[in-house]
């Protein structure tokens, strides 16, 4: 770990060697580390080519899949996998990987392994540099999935899709571009599309509207600058220098209509993009609160800890972006604690 730490530190700038120095103190947590690393500065890590900027990967467990047919369908013998035309995606959040799913106390038990158990799906699991812009990744999942069906061992009967956080964001915008354009301007008849076989997709403590700690921070920074203290102006810097995929967070930022040619220090929301939806799949949206009251002055403000119901749900003063979604609650359960809480499992089987 110090090894790879002195390695990080010599292709990004002070603010995420700190960061490093103080993961580094952290025996066993390798990937962890470079997770966090990654959401802090994954967009400055990957422009600089460095190796530690994490590649977008589809994963059976610890296996990293090829999207090609007779290597995959050789890996999943080798894994011993059973594979099912039905296909369930699991997509973490910022900062974070696929650990985040294991069950306190019981690290082999994820939602996943349990909806293999219940509903006889094939479960995977997608990593990625969570630093990137939502619209970025969500455009590579899109390709990546296409590229799936396609290699596919069996034919893909259905797919679904569970995203906890920011990992909800980027599987709405990987519907969306799956929607549109594939490949070099040629539109695909629906039906070939990977969008077509999508049937269910669950929303799991998602900023749809923005995160609050983003717009904190971005005040914050603002708020910096204006000090007439070097110091304080120095810590506006290390702000600034948080990752587009964080910024992307401020406003729930999908497609890339709704970063670019705006000021990613604007207080006002641009002109909201709606993503496009898929009319064949049903949507849950799960929410979690701080407090067992949702009208608590505490759960109004913070929500989750993070993302507020509102924004989990999809309300704005532009409308309703989940109209006749299921919303399910859960009071008392935070913002990480909604990725593997048994009440949610047993929410998102009985609507399964």
Not at 106 to 130: E, I
Request: proline fraction near 6%; charge should be positive; aromatic fraction near 6%.
């Amino acid at each position: 770990m110090q090894a790879d730490t002195v390695a990080v530190v010599a292709e990004v700038d002070s603010p995420a060697a700190a960061v490093l120095r103080l993961l580094a103190s952290l025996p066993g947590r390798r990937e962890d580390a470079v997770a966090v690393v990654n959401g802090l500065f994954g967009d400055t890590l990957e422009d600089r080519g460095s190796r530690f900027a994490t590649p977008m990967t589809i994963r059976i467990g610890d296996v990293v899949l090829p999207l090609e047919r007779i290597a995959l369908a050789d890996r999943l013998a080798d894994a011993a996998v059973a594979v099912s035309g039905r296909i369930c995606v699991f997509v973490h959040g910022l900062m974070s990987t696929e650990s985040i799913w294991r069950f306190p106390g019981d690290r082999s038990t994820t939602y996943g392994t349990l909806l293999a158990a219940d509903h006889d799906v094939t479960v995977l699991s997608l990593r990625y540099n969570t630093g990137r812009h939502v619209s970025t990744n969500g455009r590579e999942l899109a390709q990546l999935l296409k590229d799936l069906v396609r290699a596919w061992p069996v034919p893909v009967r259905e797919i679904n899709l569970v995203g906890h956080s920011m990992g909800g964001l980027v599987i709405r915008s990987a519907c969306h571009y799956g929607r549109t354009i594939w490949p070099a301007g040629r539109r695909l008849p629906l039906g070939r599309r990977w969008t077509s076989k999508v049937r269910r997709v669950v929303l799991i403590g998602v900023p749809n509207t923005g995160a609050g700690l983003e717009v904190f921070v971005n005040s914050a920074s603002a708020a910096m600058w204006g000090l007439p203290v070097p110091a304080a102006r120095l810590v506006g810097l290390g702000l600034d220098r948080r990752s587009a995929g964080i910024k992307d967070l401020r406003f729930g930022a999908i497609v890339d209509d709704d970063w670019l040619e705006h000021d990613p220090g604007s207080r006002d929301r641009p002109h909201p993009h709606r993503a496009l939806r898929l009319r064949r799949a049903h949507q849950l949206v799960i929410a979690g609160s701080l407090t067992s009251d949702p009208e608590h002055p505490v759960a109004r403000t913070l929500g989750d800890a993070l993302v507020t119901t509102p924004s989990a749900v999809g309300a704005s003063g532009d409308g309703q972006l989940f109209s006749g979604a299921t919303s399910r609650m859960f009071p008392t359960v935070s913002h990480i604690a909604l990725a593997h809480h048994p009440d949610v499992y047993a929410a998102i089987t009985t609507w399964w």
